[in-house]
């Protein structure tokens, strides 16, 4: 995998941090997305406090982790197009299921 020259937020802290604003799924949920479904991750830059939500289609299920492609155009990561990203149920704040 490249350098990403950013990390990945972890949505359960924040989630901890600020339980009457920030939403996110059961982990019963995150735990258990399928091929092709859309996740949310929040990435934040190594080099500034800018942070960017940014959807991945999930592309590979991993021993307890996901591996996702960016679906989006990052307006304040430097991100390639169609990266592929290693993430944990534990960043996902948000999913979109896949059409069956």
Known sequence: MPDLMCDLQDGEETAAEHPDTFWM??????????????????????????????????????????????RNLPLFIELDPDVEVEFGPEHVIDIRKAEK
């Open 25 to 70: 799924p059961p982990a019963v949920e995150r735990w258990n997305c399928t091929l092709g479904d859309l996740v949310q991750i929040i990435f934040r830059n190594r080099h500034n406090a800018r942070s960017e939500r940014m959807w991945l289609e999930i592309v590979e299920i991993l021993d307890r982790r996901y591996r996702g492609r960016l």
